[in-house]
């Protein structure tokens, strides 16, 4: 593939957006972030990693004809970026060996218990992710689910059902896979959770259900090539920084196809976590939004409409829909003359562009993304695109958007809570502020 799949256009959002400043800012930002690629930045150089792909593909041919099913145990990055791509592809073609792939992506008991319902050791494939080995959420799900293979199948049900995807080297998650020698898929090092669905942590799983990576990977390749000021993930970046210096607090991902519902859940996770942090003249970051189709219509849009000027929305739309006719049916109704003999894309894209001019004449802001193809290209594209467009964006706002300092407290209060040792005062900090 060697053209990006999709357009973006900030002409909605108001002339000379990204002024001089700013454009230098973003210049040095961007030089900073390729130089960046063998660094923190590692995830650029994802695509190009041929030897994870090999292994990958082996490990995807190496899975036995008897697991028709797979179970993903992850939660985060480990998580949304395969939902995504699913839910994305889920019209696509796919190989006649795929695989059904569940992700169980939280820890609510109602959830789990439905999943334990629908596990069957002899026919599920159990693939827990986590990068660091040691996620308190995916390690209490998969004490669960190793435990109905082991009282079904023994230690050999560990052995052979299930492919673990975690750090080379260090957690829990590695430790018990060298110990129950189940295959092991790595985690690049350098490469953040929330920044990993094109590593095996997305994959494999993807891969599973039949979809073709290799063309993944080449879709986000050609988002790679040519990396300049004019690239529509640069201009992105640019562009909501400069929404945010006018008091856009908030970012609406408006998608009009229900296909891309997970990737603005990705894209929240993505975006939240990695710019939400202290900046040299305070907090910095954009709360993330997702937006369904005229769904949202009728119940967002008054207040995008007339509440406070703070958002900047960006409509994602895509030509890829198939054509539903809508019949004749005005001899019921008059009213229903308007839509007859249209096709529903031709409703629910009137629908979009009247919501788009109500916004515009509003004085509302307003990005477009417009996409061909929802194909494993384009879903690759998408992915690079938002990667880059998030990392270079918290290079112009000077903070590390690779890290997530603020998320560890919590984790320090509950691990007292659940009894690890030498957390014993937060345990007591709990205690104090919660009532013991």
């Known amino acids: 593939m060697t053209k990006i799949p999709f357009r973006f256009d900030s002409q909605l959002a108001g002339k000379n957006l990204i002024d001089q400043q700013l454009a230098d800012t973003t210049k040095a930002a961007l030089q900073k972030l390729l130089a960046d690629s063998c660094k923190d930045a590692a995830f650029l150089e994802v695509p190009f990693d041929s030897g994870a792909l090999n292994t990958t593909l082996a490990a995807i041919k190496a899975v036995p004809a008897r697991f028709t099913k797979v179970l993903v145990l992850g939660i985060g990055g480990s998580a949304l970026g395969t939902q995504a791509a699913l839910e994305a592809l ?52 998969f004490s669960i689910f190793t435990n109905i293979i082991r009282e079904s199948l023994g230690d050999a049900g560990l052995r052979d ?54 063309a993944m990977l080449g879709g986000a390749a050609a988002v790679l090539k040519n990396v300049d000021m004019a690239h529509p993930s640069v201009q992105a970046a640019a562009g909501q920084i400069a929404m945010m210096k006018k008091g856009a607090s908030i970012r609406v991902f408006w998608a009009y196809s229900d296909r891309l519902a997970f990737m603005g859940d990705w894209l929240s996770q993505l975006w939240g976590e990695s710019l939400g942090k202290p900046g040299k003249d305070g907090p910095v970051g954009q709360t993330p939004l997702r937006a369904i189709g005229s769904t949202d219509q009728h119940s967002l849009l008054q207040l995008f409409m007339e509440g406070p000027k703070d958002k900047i929305i960006t409509f994602v739309t895509t030509k890829d829909v198939p054509v539903v ?112």
């Open 161 to 214: 059902g299930m492919v673990a995807i975690t750090d080379p080297e260090r957690g829990a998650l590695r430790q018990i896979a060298i110990k129950t020698g189940c295959q092991v898929l790595d985690v690049p090092p350098r490469v953040g959770g929330r920044f990993s669905v094109l590593t095996p942590v997305g994959l494999f799983p993807i891969g599973l259900a039949g979809y073709d990576i290799e």
């Open 90 to 141: 889920k019209y696509a073609p796919a190989r006649k060996d795929k695989k059904e792939v569940r992700v169980l992506s939280n820890l609510d008991p109602a959830s789990i218990s439905d999943m334990i319902s629908w596990f069957d050791p002899k026919d599920t494939l159990l693939v827990p992710i986590t990068k660091s080995g040691t996620t308190v959420e995916t390690l209490t799900q």
């Open 325 to 436: 006719k809508v019949p004749d049916m005005s001899f019921l109704h008059a009213d229903l003359a308007e839509f007859a003999n249209k096709n529903v894309d031709e409703v629910f894209d009137a629908l979009r562009m009247g919501t788009t001019v109500g916004l515009f004449d509003a004085d509302r802001p307003v990005f477009e993304l417009q996409i061909d193809k929802l194909d494993e290209a384009t879903v690759g594209a998408l992915f690079t695109h938002f990667m880059i467009e998030t990392a270079l964006a918290g290079y112009i706002l000077q903070i590390n958007p690779f890290d997530q300092p603020g998320v560890e407290a919590g984790k320090k209060f509950a691990h007292g809570i659940l009894g690890r040792p030498g957390m014993e005062s937060f345990k007591a900090r709990v205690d104090q502020v919660l009532g013991g």
